[in-house]
């Protein structure tokens, strides 16, 4: 399968661009944008649909909280014919305050949303 991976680099102070940069020169399916200064994650995430050409987009953020192994089962279910494919995090590391505002979220976006969301809530890991 024919696949780009953008990285967004939103405004990091260490040497990870020159590391994204390395990543780029051995392989230029890896695409690179660097942010003036941190925007944020909801601006880096834009910024990488933005410029994303591909027919999908798997959307995965760097701190590894999800792991990066589960992304080849997601073309797979959208060559399957699923318009929309994502994972639900099953256990979270996170302290019961955050676990249950994270439970209410999504109990209230799957109330007002009029695709149906499916989610677990998560408990600890």
Sequence with gaps: MD???????????DNTWQIMTEIHQSDPRWKMVCLARNFGHQVALWTGLT????????????DLQDPPEI????????TEGCDVVY??????KES????TC???YYRILARLS??????IAA???
């Design 3 to 13: 696949y780009e991976v953008i990285l967004v680099n939103d405004g990091s102070r």
């Design 51 to 62: 410029v994303s050409r591909g027919d999908a987009v798997i959307v995965l953020d760097a």
């Design 71 to 78: 992304v080849p089962q997601f073309p797979k279910e959208w």
């Design 87 to 92: 994972g639900v995090r099953q256990k979270r």
């Design 96 to 99: 019961l305050l955050k676990r």
């Design 102 to 104: 994270y439970s209410l």
């Design 114 to 119: 009029e695709v149906e969301i499916r989610w």
């Design 123 to 125: 408990t600890s890991a």
